[in-house]
Nanobody
Framework: QVQPVESGGGSVQAGGSLRLSCTAS????????VAWFRQGPKQEREGVAR????????YFADSVKGRVIISQNGAKNTVFLEMRNVKPEDTGTYYC??????????????????WGQGTQVTVAS
C-alpha cells in the first residue's frame, strides 16, 4: 500500500493562495480515494476535498467550495490541493489520506486508510 507524503505548507497572507502536494511514496494512487483533511487549533479533524483517481470525481466540504481545486497528475502519483482567497480559519495541519477503493462517495475512514504526516498551513490576517 502506498504511503502519502505531503508537502507545500507554510505561511500565507489572508487573501492569498496556497498549493499542497500529496505524493505516493512507493507507487501510485491507482483506483484510490485520496482526500485532504485538516485540523485547526483545538478543532477536530475535518475533510476538505477528495478525489477518486480512477474517474477523477471530486468532492468538497461546504466550507471551502468555490475556493479549492483538487487535482492529480497524469502519472497518478501526486494529488494537488489548491486553495485561493485563504482565510485565517484555514490555518491548521493538512493531512493527506489514501484508501484503495472502488469509489469516493464518502470521506475515507477505517483501517484501509494510509495517512501522511501532515503539513502545517498558517494564514496570517
Amino acid at each position: 500500500q502506498v504511503q502519502p507524503v505531503e508537502s507545500g505548507g507554510g505561511s500565507v497572507q489572508a487573501g492569498g493562495s496556497l498549493r499542497l502536494s500529496c505524493t505516493a511514496s512507493g507507487g501510485a494512487f491507482i483506483n484510490t480515494c485520496v482526500a485532504w483533511f485538516r485540523q485547526g487549533p483545538k478543532q477536530e479533524r475535518e475533510g476538505v476535498a477528495r478525489i477518486w483517481t480512477l474517474g477523477g470525481n471530486t468532492y468538497f466540504a461546504d466550507s471551502v467550495k468555490g475556493r479549492v481545486i483538487i487535482s492529480q497528475n497524469g502519472a497518478k502519483n501526486t494529488v494537488f490541493l489548491e486553495m485561493r482567497n485563504v482565510k485565517p480559519e484555514d490555518t491548521g495541519t493538512y493531512y493527506c489520506a489514501a484508501s484503495p477503493r472502488a469509489s469516493c462517495w464518502e470521506w475515507p475512514t477505517g483501517d484501509d486508510v494510509s495517512w501522511g504526516q501532515g503539513t502545517q498551513v498558517t494564514v496570517a490576517s
